[in-house]
T-cell receptor
Framework: KAGVTQTPRYLIKTRGQQVTLSCSPI?????VSWYQQTPGQGLQFLFE???????NKGNFPGRFSGRQFSNSRSEMNVSTLELGDSALYLC?????????????FGQGTRLTVV | GENVEQHPSTLSVQEGDSAVIKCTYS??????FPWYKQELGKGPQLIID?????GEKKDQRIAVTLNKTAKHFSLHITETQPEDSAVYFC??????????FGPGTRLSVLP
């Protein structure tokens, strides 16, 4: 069974640009969550999607957005990039995010903003 | 909202010894507590989890204990091996909500 796949693995962007990251969950999983990981702030929740709807949202500015497609694949977008957005962005998939809350992470996308 | 604390931040043990990492949580409604291991350059890997209706769970050399009254849970690794060296994260969640992670513990197993 294939795991969670995130693309690309590495990205370098310039301040002010925008970026789109992709996450393909484990087959059959319908919940996808996104996290930002930095040395200073640790793992912080961005948002969760379930059946193409955003179900939960963390405390990040509106520059961070996401969506989920009918095949459960998810994308997150960051607009007007800032230096502080440099981080490892992780997505986690789970069956439903409810009673079955085991969540499995991808390898992450390392975003560097210069 | 939920807040998760984790101690120690770094831990060094001799190969073969045991390692214990402790976490406390603030929200009494939290009912699912996973532990993740993250190796350099990789995403977090789920290694064990426990639900609030269980006090202890074991999987080979790894065990987790939960004290709901005191709102703390611990990861126990016995007979540590060099490949156990990694950063370990605890997390807490209420069903249907997002995970709140602890800040992590860097475990070094010295040969």
């Amino acid at each position: 069974k294939a795991g969670v796949t995130q693309t690309p693995r590495y990205l370098i962007k310039t301040r002010g640009q925008q970026v789109t990251l992709s996450c393909s969950p484990i087959s059959g999983h319908r919940s996808v969550s996104w996290y930002q990981q930095t040395p200073g702030q640790g793992l912080q929740f961005l948002f969760e999607y379930f059946s193409e709807t955003q179900r939960n949202k963390g405390n990040f500015p509106g520059r961070f957005s996401g969506r989920q497609f009918s095949n459960s694949r998810s994308e997150m977008n960051v607009s007007t990039l800032e230096l502080g957005d440099s981080a490892l962005y992780l997505c986690a998939s789970s069956l439903t995010g409810g009673m079955n809350t085991e969540a499995f992470f991808g390898q992450g996308t390392r975003l560097t903003v210069v | 909202g939920e807040n998760v604390e984790q101690h120690p931040s770094t831990l060094s043990v001799q190969e073969g010894d045991s390692a214990v990492i402790k976490c406390t949580y603030s929200d009494s409604a939290s009912n699912y507590f996973p532990w993740y291991k993250q190796e350099l350059g990789k995403g977090p890997q789920l290694i064990i989890d426990i639900r609030s209706n269980v006090g202890e769970k074991k999987d080979q050399r790894i065990a987790v204990t939960l004290n709901k009254t005191a709102k703390h849970f611990s990861l126990h690794i016995t007979e540590t091996q060099p490949e156990d060296s990694a950063v370990y994260f605890c997390a807490a969640t209420n069903y249907g909500q997002n995970f709140v992670f602890g800040p992590g513990t860097r475990l070094s197993v010295l040969p």
